[in-house]
């Protein structure tokens, strides 16, 4: 686990003691015997990381109760469909708490193997009315449009800014709902040479997705667009074609850092490395395209990087689609928790429920993780700074689909395809054109390869 992770994680502790929530007083104890044992199976990605994140917080209020945690990691085993391993992993470790994804807990719901938590929440009197709209409508995305989960969190993307070198440069900051296509137009503005000392500042950078097909892919999303539909690839439309050009275009110019040898995501000795190889963190790129993570590395860097000006930073909205500005693509909703329909522990189940969405357990998260609590009274802002961009737009859910090793190959082996013949473009001078037939043949290939042609996508 990285140091940057293990940060994460043991500041949770700290933060409840420090945020003045009451972890163990008897008002909290609910309808829970405190003369009697509970055992909860829960199921999680990895043990470790639960206690640590939700279990050691929840055991300090319900000491009676012990949790088994069941890891889900099978559910991605080669040549398995996921979906059909969850099911079977349910069916025989029966777990009582189960952690979804979007698509996992709509699936599940509209087969009736969850527990509906509404009329519990009404009788408990349980709030619900302080979380977020958005993640609500996620919750109740189901054939009986009930409530059958809680999710402590959520993640969407912004655009983070540089105002002073806005500022330096005379370049107008950038605003709400703007396309990529604006968005990148706008970091062209910036100077492409090398400043005096030889450094460079950038319009815009990511600190990992640096590839072309990584931009590509961000555009495409916005536009609902897809690479293969009913076992044929389609890249060839105009739609999809203006999207190659921008990306082309915008890479060429030398405003958007694009790498001359780029080996993907790279490992760090330490935390002060992770922070000074962001562009961004440290005063060297205008903009990017970031989570609620950045704000906090951000702050951190102001008190690790002592040789680095702290950056001043705002946000507007992430990009969206010319035809729907009043969308937001990047929300998404990556953990819900959830009591499988046969539990025979549903009360304690329902008290480990109410908890992770509890306003005690947002306070802390607030302070302590990578996205974005659901309980909008924690979500704000950060460190004076307002985060309406997080949350201000309508939101088209990002919804997490199951992919099939074939798929999954697929989009490696795409991405790979893209990426060389772009480069060859971006350096080389071949032309659009004929880079674009290349994709086209050798990204058929592929789909027949991985028998993809064969069905649907």
């Given at each position: 686990?990285?140091?940057?992770?293990?940060?994460?994680?043991?500041?949770?502790?700290?933060?409840?003691?420090?945020?003045?929530?009451?972890?163990?007083?008897?008002?909290?104890?609910?309808?829970?015997?405190?003369?009697?044992?509970?055992?909860?199976?829960?199921?999680?990605?990895?043990?470790?990381?639960?206690?640590?994140?939700?279990?050691?917080?929840?055991?300090?209020?319900?000491?009676?109760?012990?949790?088994?945690?069941?890891?889900?990691?099978?559910?991605?085993?080669?040549?398995?469909?996921?979906?059909?391993?969850?099911?079977?992993?349910?069916?025989?470790e029966k777990p009582d708490i189960l952690l979804l994804n979007q698509e996992q807990y709509k699936m599940l719901s509209d087969q009736g193997r969850l527990y509906d938590l509404g009329s519990v929440f009404v009788q408990d009197d349980y709030e619900v009315s302080t979380i977020n709209q958005k993640v609500i409508d996620v919750?109740?995305?189901?054939?009986?449009?009930?409530?059958?989960?809680?999710?402590?969190?959520?993640?969407?993307?912004?655009?983070?800014?540089?105002?002073?070198?806005?500022?330096?440069?005379?370049?107008?900051?950038?605003?709400?709902?703007?396309?990529?296509?604006?968005?990148?137009?706008?970091?062209?503005?910036?100077?492409?040479?090398?400043?005096?000392?030889?450094?460079?500042?950038?319009?815009?950078?990511?600190?990992?997705?640096?590839?072309?097909?990584?931009?590509?892919?961000?555009?495409?999303?916005?536009?609902?667009?897809?690479?293969?539909?009913?076992?044929?690839?389609?890249?060839?439309?105009?739609?999809?074609?203006?999207?190659?050009?921008?990306?082309?275009?915008?890479?060429?110019?030398?405003?958007?850092?694009?790498?001359?040898?780029?080996?993907?995501?790279?490992?760090?000795?330490?935390?002060?490395?992770?922070?000074?190889?962001?562009?961004?963190?440290?005063?060297?790129?205008?903009?990017?395209?970031?989570?609620?993570?950045?704000?906090?590395?951000?702050?951190?860097?102001?008190?690790?990087?002592?040789?680095?000006?702290?950056?001043?930073?705002?946000?507007?909205?992430?990009?969206?689609?010319?035809?729907?500005?009043?969308?937001?693509?990047?929300?998404?909703?990556?953990?819900?928790?959830?009591?499988?329909?046969?539990?025979?522990?549903?009360?304690?189940?329902?008290?480990?429920?109410?908890?992770?969405?509890?306003?005690?357990?947002?306070?802390?998260?607030?302070?302590?993780?990578?996205?974005?609590?659901?309980?909008?009274?924690?979500?704000?802002?950060?460190?004076?700074?307002?985060?309406?961009?997080?949350?201000?737009?309508?939101?088209?859910?990002?919804?997490?689909?199951?992919?099939?090793?074939?798929?999954?190959?697929?989009?490696?082996?795409?991405?790979?395809?893209?990426?060389?013949?772009?480069?060859?473009?971006?350096?080389?001078?071949?032309?659009?054109?004929?880079?674009?037939?290349?994709?086209?043949?050798?990204?058929?290939?592929?789909?027949?390869?991985?028998?993809?042609?064969?069905?649907?996508?």
């Open positions: 686990m990285s140091s940057i992770k293990c940060k994460i994680i043991c500041v949770f502790i700290f933060c409840i003691i420090m945020s003045g929530c009451s972890i163990s007083g008897e008002d909290n104890k609910g309808k829970l015997d405190q003369n009697q044992t509970y055992t909860l199976k829960v199921m999680y990605w990895n043990q470790q990381y639960f206690i640590q994140k939700y279990g050691n917080l929840f055991q300090a209020k319900y000491p009676n109760v012990e949790l088994q945690v069941i890891p889900t990691d099978r559910l991605r085993q080669v040549g398995k469909n996921p979906n059909d391993e969850l099911i079977k992993l349910i069916d025989e919750l109740k995305d189901n054939s009986q449009s009930a409530l059958f989960g809680l999710a402590p969190t959520y993640m969407n993307q912004v655009i983070y800014y540089n105002r002073d070198l806005f500022d330096q440069y005379g370049i107008e900051y950038p605003s709400d709902q703007m396309t990529w296509e604006e968005i990148l137009q706008l970091a062209q503005r910036f100077p492409s040479d090398a400043l005096p000392d030889g450094e460079r500042i950038y319009g815009f950078s990511r600190q990992f997705e640096h590839d072309p097909y990584s931009l590509i892919e961000q555009m495409v999303a916005v536009k609902g667009l897809v690479p293969a539909q009913n076992g044929e690839l389609f890249i060839g439309s105009e739609s999809w074609r203006a999207v190659f050009e921008t990306v082309v275009n915008a890479l060429k110019s030398n405003a958007i850092y694009y790498p001359a040898n780029d080996q993907g995501q790279t490992m760090y000795e330490s935390n002060e490395e992770y922070l000074k190889s962001n562009l961004f963190i440290t005063g060297k790129s205008a903009m990017t395209l970031s989570d609620y993570s950045l704000t906090g590395n951000i702050k951190e860097a102001s008190t690790v990087l002592k040789e680095i000006e702290p950056v001043n930073w705002d946000i507007v909205t992430s990009p969206v689609d010319e035809l729907a500005r009043d969308v937001n693509y990047g929300f998404s909703v990556r953990e819900i928790f959830s009591i499988d329909r046969d539990s025979s522990n549903t009360l304690p189940a329902i008290e480990f429920i109410k908890f992770i969405g509890s306003d005690e357990m947002a306070k802390v998260l607030s302070k302590s993780t990578g996205d974005l609590p659901s309980r909008s009274d924690y979500s704000i802002e950060y460190d004076g700074r307002k985060l309406d961009a997080f949350y201000k737009l309508n939101s088209r859910t990002n919804n997490e689909t199951a992919l099939e090793q074939s798929q999954i190959v697929f989009n490696s082996t795409f991405r790979a395809i893209v990426n060389e013949e772009l480069r060859k473009v971006i350096i080389d001078d071949v032309p659009l054109e004929s880079a674009l037939t290349v994709i086209q043949e050798r990204g058929q290939a592929a789909l027949l390869s991985t028998g993809l042609n064969q069905k649907e996508q």
